[in-house]
């Protein structure tokens, strides 16, 4: 073969694989529309969530951020505040991984500081939860996962123990858990021999928060003794910026979002 006739095999070789490439990227980070919800909770109190669904989701995720949990969205869809958070800046990530999305927010009657504080784990949220949970039942007949990171673990975790009964979630996924806590109750402390559903654990070999320490977590796993599956993946590598219970932090999975959200993802849905 000649200089030519190779040159040009090479240059159609690149092509095909920057035309390759280029499709992946599309539709790794398609944007889908994202809904504004309100739904009747509790008297004179609704719960509003972003809701995304894309063609045919093979399950449905309603993702609890951390911090305060007050992302005050508004009926545009548009968030006052939590942007950062390590599941609300991924929310599209995991709708392009296949799954519906639904994005809580605080209820109404909890729009002003200290929004969720002193509230994820009362009767009350686990209730607002569960109205969740029966309107995405209502409209698909995908199995529903609920999805916290860092203080929206303790709300997960304890709305599933409450609503351990009935009309509660296929399963959770806990990451950067709540380990120790002088303000609250840590998850581990929760009574989690209740959780007769899947558990995945996922954390950051080296988050620095004092509230998440990696040390605790073998502890952790073993409360979860009637879970049917549970599992704990320790992630590596990315960006450690600014405080170390923040969102930016490896506390918050900077820089290997697109690698957590495909283990926490392979994981739901393993085939």
């Known amino acids: 073969m000649g200089k030519v006739?190779?040159?040009?095999?090479?240059?159609?070789?690149k092509a095909i694989v920057l035309v390759g490439g280029l499709c992946q990227s599309s539709v790794a980070h398609a944007d889908y529309p994202e809904q504004v919800i309100d739904v009747k909770t509790r008297p004179d109190v609704t719960q509003r969530f972003l809701y995304?669904?894309?063609?045919?989701?093979?399950?449905?995720?309603?993702?609890?951020?951390?911090?305060?949990?007050?992302?005050?969205?508004?009926?545009?869809?548009?968030?006052?505040?939590?942007?950062?958070?390590?599941?609300?800046?991924?929310?599209?990530?995991f709708a392009s991984s296949g799954f519906a999305v639904a994005v809580i927010d605080a209820p109404s009657d909890r729009q002003n500081p200290p929004y969720l504080?002193?509230?994820?784990?009362?009767?009350?949220?686990?209730?607002?939860?569960?109205?969740?949970?029966?309107?995405?039942?209502?409209?698909?007949?995908?199995?529903?996962?609920?999805?916290a990171t860092s203080r929206g673990t303790?709300?997960?975790?304890?709305?599933?123990?409450?609503?351990?009964?009935?009309?509660?979630?296929?399963?959770?996924?806990?990451?950067s858990t709540i380990l120790t806590d002088d303000r609250s109750t840590a998850v581990p402390a929760m009574d989690l021999t209740s959780l007769r559903i899947p558990v995945l654990v996922v954390h950051h070999q080296q988050d620095g928060c004092m509230h998440c320490p990696a040390s605790a977590?073998?502890?952790?796993?073993?409360?979860?003794?009637?879970?049917?599956?549970?599992?704990?993946?320790m992630e590596t590598g990315g960006q450690d910026?600014?405080?170390?219970?923040?969102?930016?932090?490896?506390?918050?999975?900077?820089?290997?979002?697109a690698k957590v959200v495909q283990d926490i993802a392979g994981w739901i849905s393993p085939h």
Not at 128 to 142: G, K, M
Not at 154 to 169: E, H, K, M
Not at 219 to 230: A, C, I, W
Not at 245 to 257: M, R, S, V, Y
Request: charged share 15%.
């Open 241 to 257: 910026k600014g405080d170390a219970c923040e969102a930016l932090a490896h506390h918050g999975f900077n820089g290997i979002e």
């Open 52 to 93: 995304i669904e894309p063609p045919s989701p093979k399950a449905v995720v309603v993702l609890y951020a951390g911090g305060n949990g007050g992302l005050r969205i508004d009926t545009s869809g548009h968030l006052g505040s939590g942007n950062n958070n390590f599941l609300v800046r991924t929310r599209q990530q």
């Open 5 to 13: 006739s190779r040159a040009l095999l090479l240059q159609a070789i």
């Open 217 to 233: 977590l073998p502890g952790f796993m073993d409360k979860l003794v009637n879970s049917p599956r549970k599992m704990l993946i």
């Open 117 to 147: 504080n002193g509230f994820r784990q009362s009767a009350e949220h686990a209730t607002d939860s569960a109205a969740v949970i029966a309107w995405i039942r209502e409209h698909t007949q995908a199995s529903v996962w609920l999805i």
């Open 154 to 175: 303790q709300s997960v975790a304890a709305v599933a123990i409450r609503l351990a009964g009935s009309g509660g979630p296929d399963g959770i996924v806990l990451t």
